[in-house]
């Protein structure tokens, strides 16, 4: 059994300075990692480079034990990888279910000759209404995506980034600019709409990180320096040293 998605002695550089210097890490079908590290240790520069959207100087990215460094962004999600962004990537002026439907749709497009896909499409609406539902969008699925709440979106930015049944969910600072309320609500949602598949997640807030994660992995200057469950890196004393200190300890004490 292959993993998930393995990254061999990746690295990156940009002109001559190396930003992610040798990372390997192998991820098991349906777990839940967090990225964590403090900024500019290259979190979302690894995310690039697993997305496709950056190429590797150097080492390997394997998604199900398929070679897919040097692929295309779009030949990596066709092949069951999706990741949402920092910025949030939903259509305004379509409403909820139509954004969700454009994803849908697009991942039959894809798999299907144009007769099966016209053929499909009642299946698509149905899968559409639940992603609706999933996301918790019942109420405003008519509602043009721009005149939602800001966690409104953030939520149909998951539902367009798990619509097309990727198995590998990448997403970067999923609960940046949420309230305490919100993030909860958010982690909640999230946990629910990626039972059975993998997550990765960066994540700057311990409380939901320790809440959310199978294992946490812990990104310093370019390296993965700790990856394993909450309890083991939170006893770390590499990770202590480097990075966590005090927020490991407020979370810990619950705060
Ligand atoms: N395209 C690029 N060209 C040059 N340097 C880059 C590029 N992209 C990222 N970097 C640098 O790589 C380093 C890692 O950046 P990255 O965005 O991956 O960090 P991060 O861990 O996601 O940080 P944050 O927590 O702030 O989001 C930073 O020093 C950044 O300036
Ligand atoms: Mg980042």
Redesign the pocket.
């Known amino acids: 059994m292959s993993y998930a998605l393995e990254l061999k002695a990746l690295t990156k550089s940009?002109g001559k300075t190396e930003?992610i210097r040798g990372v390997d890490l192998a991820v098991n079908a349906g777990e839940r990692i967090a990225v964590i590290?403090p900024?500019?240790?290259?979190?979302?520069?690894l995310f690039n480079l697993i997305s496709g959207r950056l190429t590797p100087s150097s080492g390997e990215v394997l998604l199900n034990g398929e070679r897919i460094d040097g692929k295309k962004p779009y030949e990596i999600n066709r092949l069951g990888l999706a990741r949402s962004f920092q910025i949030t990537n939903i259509f305004p002026k379509l409403s909820v279910f139509e954004n969700l439907r454009c994803g849908v749709l697009w991942s039959l497009g894809y798999r299907y000759t144009f007769l099966r896909f016209l053929s499909n499409l009642d299946d698509a609406n149905e899968r559409t209404e639940e992603l609706v539902r999933q996301v918790g969008l019942e109420r405003k699925r008519d509602v043009l995506a721009v005149n939602l709440t800001y966690a409104e979106q953030r939520a149909l930015e998951i539902g367009v980034t798990i619509a097309g049944g990727a198995s590998v969910i990448l997403l970067d600072e999923p609960t940046a600019g949420m309230s305490k309320t919100e993030t909860s609500h958010f982690i909640a949602l999230i946990k629910e709409v990626t039972i059975g598949k993998t997550l990765l997640t960066?994540e700057h807030d311990m409380g939901v990180v320790f809440g959310l994660a199978d294992k946490i992995a812990v990104?310093v200057y370019g390296e993965v320096i700790a990856f394993d469950t909450p309890a083991a890196v939170r006893a770390n004393a590499k990770v202590q040293e480097a990075y966590l200190g005090s927020s490991v300890a407020d979370a810990q004490a619950g705060h």
């Open positions: 940009f930003i590290g900024n500019g240790a290259g979190k979302s520069t960066v990104v």
